[in-house]
């Protein structure tokens, strides 16, 4: 008589355990600057159009890691953020816009000014985010933040608008947001051009890697900056 065969379920490698990145503390006011944000219609402009693209973008330029913490600044309502939890689920959005958060789509998304983000230092291994520094009236402020919060050779993609003329593709936005297209230049507050880019991130700590032009629905362009490595 042959001898039962006991089958035991395949034990697979329990996932590691990622923490949450630390918030800091401050008694800061956030700084108001430019439009404030606030507008449901205009939340209900971020759509997944390009979500595909832009994933693929982050995976060729950061080389995410399944375990890294990313940060996406100016989430929307995290279409994109979303898309990326798929490969690493330590994704975390932010953006100014309460309206989007309230629609949000994703989870770890958070009402955030990017001129103050309320992480501790070397949280994130790396930052991206599109269609949002243009926004940004101190936008070098921005940079500081998003060096600071990243850890030593950690990276950032931006992606930002090729416009010949200062907010000519936000005026389809600022008059469906705001019901005014001449908010356009109040919107997209800098006509940014990668030495622009270059010459921020420099004066925040923030090496340029390489930048590139895309064509793709509108001209965009695309620059990588990474923060200097910790020295052996």
């Not at 269609?131 to 500081?144: C, F, G, M």
């Not at 000519?168 to 800098?190: C, D, K, Q, T």
């Not at 006509?191 to 064509?215: M, W, Y």
């Amino acid at each position: 008589m042959r001898p039962a065969t006991i089958r035991t379920r395949e034990q697979r490698p329990l996932a590691p355990v990622i923490l949450p990145p630390s918030l800091r503390l401050t008694d800061e006011a956030p700084r108001l600057t430019g439009v404030t944000y606030d507008s449901e219609d205009y939340a209900m402009l971020n759509r997944p159009i390009e979500t595909g693209r832009h994933s693929r973008r982050i995976l060729k330029y950061l080389r995410p890691q399944t375990n890294d913490r990313l940060l996406e600044v100016g989430c929307g309502r995290g279409w994109l953020t979303q898309r990326m939890q798929e490969l690493c689920p330590a994704t975390y959005g932010i953006d100014v816009n309460p309206k989007s958060i309230a629609h949000a789509v994703a989870g770890n998304l958070t009402t955030m000014d990017a001129v103050d983000l309320r992480f501790d230092d070397e949280q994130f291994d790396h930052v991206y985010s599109f269609h949002a520094i243009e926004h940004i009236v101190d936008a070098d402020v921005a940079l500081r933040e998003m060096h600071r919060v990243l850890i030593p050779g950690g990276r950032v993609l931006l992606v930002y608008p090729a416009e010949p003329i200062r907010g000519l593709y936000a005026m389809p936005g600022a008059w469906i947001g705001f019901g005014n297209p001449f908010l356009a230049r109040e919107l997209h507050v800098h006509k940014f051009t990668p030495s622009k880019i270059r010459r921020l991130g420099e004066q925040c700590g923030l090496t340029h890697v390489e930048s590139a032009l895309d064509f793709f629905i509108t001209p965009q362009f695309m620059t990588v900056l990474e923060k200097a490595p910790y020295h052996s």
